[in-house]
């Protein structure tokens, strides 16, 4: 079964606006990874973050990860038509953290 | 770099018949995996490799088959095609760095229509 789910599945705003995206993951992580998928391509890394940190930015993105509640956010600010896309968290597949399994993704509509 | 290449990006075949992904990167990477992605379901895994002659099964292994005989190339087989595995293939590569992330690097994709 997948590890991560992202929430909300589809999610339309205007440029300029601020889009936020949620991952839920199910076991214990030492990192989360967030990738981007534009139309017919394959995905792309954005960002990573440690199990120890609770914020990372880069850029116009900021990645915020709960332990805790085992769940993590994206968002992207000041929105562009170019963000459109679908985007997805990752997990380690296994202990040994040699492949990762994705969630079912987000994918984000910014009309201008 | 080319990075990851897979080749063909497109293919149709009957039920039964039989075929190979291809996926070649250049990159010296380690790790390489395949990936379906299905409308609705985002990406699973089918197999991974850690090195050459060392393969192992993901969440959705059933009628797929692989091997790494070489770092470079990490071909994925359908022995006897079924509709079902109608989708979009991605391999990706990557390498286990010294912090211990696993970033992958994907390739373009094959679409795979089975009538």
């Known amino acids: 079964s997948q590890q991560g789910e992202e929430d909300p599945q589809a999610l339309s705003i205007q440029e300029g606006e601020n889009a936020t995206m949620n991952c839920s993951y199910k076991?214990?992580?030492?990192?989360l990874q967030w990738y981007r998928q534009n139309s017919g391509r394959g995905l792309v890394h954005l960002i990573l973050?440690?199990?120890?940190?609770r914020e990372k930015h880069s850029g116009r993105l900021r990645v915020t990860l709960d332990t805790s509640k085992k769940s993590s956010s994206l968002l992207i600010t000041a929105s562009r038509a170019a963000d459109t896309a679908s985007y997805f968290c990752a997990t380690v597949a296994n202990q040994a953290g040699t492949a990762l399994i994705f969630g079912k993704g987000t994918t984000l509509s910014v009309s201008s | 770099n080319a990075g990851v290449t897979q080749t063909p990006k497109f293919q149709v075949l009957k039920t039964g018949q039989s075929m190979t992904l291809q996926c070649a990167q250049d990159m010296n990477h380690e790790y390489m995996s395949w990936y379906r992605q299905d409308p609705g379901m985002g990406l699973r895994l089918i197999h991974y490799?850690?090195?050459?002659?060392?393969?192992d099964q993901g969440e959705v292994p059933n009628g797929y088959n692989v091997s790494r005989s070489t770092t470079e190339d990490f071909p994925l087989r359908l022995l006897s095609a079924a509709p079902s595995q109608t989708s979009v293939y991605f391999c990706a590569s990557s390498y286990l760095r010294s912090s211990g992330a696993n970033v992958l690097t994907f390739g373009a994709g094959s679409r795979l229509t089975v009538l």
């Open positions: 973050i440690r199990s120890n940190e």
């Open positions: 490799s850690v090195g050459a002659g060392i393969t």
């Open positions: 076991t214990s992580i030492n990192n």
